[in-house]
């Protein structure tokens, strides 16, 4: 019998709980007619829960209250559960960032949303709002430096804990917390989408879009949009009506109106005889002779003057111990890549038959150099050594011809992955 689960399929509670089910490998079903503010106003659900809040899970031994205690529940169902961890501290530990990832990430986003949320309930308080900002930060720059020396936040694996903050993120950074303010916290972007990537994430959430705007306030009880009272030894002729109160979109910033987007200086360089798509289509589209059709094509299209090869290693391959957390290194650094998707194109190859594992790559940048935008906004870059590719090398020539076909070995190495960009 499958479990029913209470609550509208936007909240971010239930969207925590739905995951945890996916980990445990337990079937909980939505329920197809709730309706928020209606649904859990009835007798019917006030039996599960008397106070009429969600989540609620229904089970076959009676309903669950309480986000937290209903994703402890799915995750006991099955004895050899790893979401709680294997021993007691990493019970302990994954406890202790439950309370964390409430009460100092999502208690303060929440706080700084819901002036902001259309609904108009929550009363704006600008002096609360900021000190709901700088819990924030607060609480991430601390995440920040622990997530700089581990993948998870307990151990080696998605845990309880990593479901609930990633959830919680979610909110921030679908609804609130643009790229210029994650930014601050790289580790912190790196794990989020990491994680949201992940199957198990993106079957519930699926493709997550940060949010470019701050949503303006849109509370009808600010305080101090409130008309003040009129001193009595002013005449009424002269009593003055005060300017209503523009909404916000930053803390002591006016709504301004959008200018309009710069054009990517790229976008500016003299035509290419290379045409980007066509040759991320001839990559894609061969599937036999890859050399005699891929590698030669590639050749044929090239155009020194208007793209740019590099080569790439990583700085750190010492430490590449474990096999998946090196390919989530390098999957978290395409991810973060993508804001050069219609500029580039990249290879990168993880080697090796036993750890320290090797990662390096080939990228075919737009331009003479690689990008500056790509150098500020994607951090990933000052972890590599980058060179560029002679192509009057024929050694180096063949390498790109090698990294483009995932040819093993490579080094004499084995191959044990290879990732595209494209």
């Known amino acids: 019998m499958a479990l029913i689960l209470h609550a509208a399929n936007t909240n971010t509670n239930a969207l925590k709980i739905l995951i945890v089910a996916e980990y445990s490998g337990v079937k909980v079903e939505l329920d197809s007619n709730f309706e928020m503010n209606v649904a859990n106003k009835t007798p019917e659900f006030l039996k599960l829960n008397p106070i009429g809040k969600v989540p609620v899970l229904e089970t076959p031994d009676g309903p669950i209250f309480e986000s937290n205690a209903i994703a402890r529940y799915l995750t006991r169902i099955k004895p050899d559960n790893t979401l709680f961890g294997s021993s007691l501290i990493d019970y302990g530990h994954i406890e202790q960032w439950l309370e964390f990832t409430s009460v100092e990430i999502y208690g303060n986003i929440v706080i700084w949303f819901k002036p902001r949320d259309g609904d108009g309930r929550a009363v704006y308080l600008p002096q609360v709002e900021e000190a709901a900002i700088s819990g924030l930060k607060t609480a991430l720059r601390a995440l920040n430096t622990y997530l700089a020396s581990n993948m998870y936040l307990v151990g080696h694996f998605?845990?309880?804990?990593?479901?609930?903050?990633?959830?919680?993120?979610?909110?921030?950074?679908?609804?609130?917390?643009?790229?210029?303010?994650?930014?601050?916290?790289?580790?912190?972007?790196?794990?989020?989408?990491?994680?949201?990537?992940?199957?198990?994430?993106?079957?519930?959430?699926?493709?997550?879009?940060?949010?470019?705007?701050?949503?303006?306030?849109?509370s009808t009880k600010n305080p101090s949009s409130q008309p003040k009272e009129s001193s009595k030894s002013e005449p009424k002729d002269e009593v003055k009506k005060e300017e209503p109160t523009k909404p916000k979109t930053e803390i002591g910033e006016e709504e301004k109106a959008p200018k309009p987007k710069p054009k990517n200086p790229l976008d500016l360089l003299p035509p290419s005889k290379m045409i980007l798509d066509e040759w991320k289509r001839l990559y894609s589209n061969t599937k036999t002779n890859f050399r005699e059709v891929t590698i030669k094509g590639f050749w044929d299209m090239y155009d020194p003057e208007g793209y740019s090869l590099w080569f790439c290693d990583y700085k750190y391959n010492d430490e590449n111990t474990v096999s998946f957390v090196t390919l989530n290194k390098v999957s978290g650094f395409l991810q973060r890549m993508d804001l050069a998707r219609k500029y580039a194109f990249g290879k990168m190859l993880m080697f090796g038959s036993e750890p320290p594992f090797n990662v390096k790559g080939l990228w075919l940048f737009r331009g003479p150099e690689i990008p500056q935008f790509v150098l500020d906004e994607c951090y990933d870059m000052e972890l590599y050594d980058w060179k560029k590719v002679d192509i009057t090398d024929e050694d180096q020539k063949e390498r790109v011809n090698q990294m483009i076909e995932d040819h093993e070995p490579f080094e004499g190495k084995p191959l044990f992955d290879a990732k595209c960009f494209k």
């Open 158 to 218: 998605v845990t309880l804990a990593d479901i609930a903050m990633a959830c919680y993120l979610y909110k921030g950074f679908t609804k609130l917390l643009t790229k210029s303010f994650t930014s601050m916290f790289p580790h912190v972007e790196r794990y989020f989408w990491t994680l949201v990537n992940k199957p198990n994430f993106k079957k519930i959430l699926g493709e997550v879009k940060q949010t470019e705007t701050v949503p303006p306030v849109t």
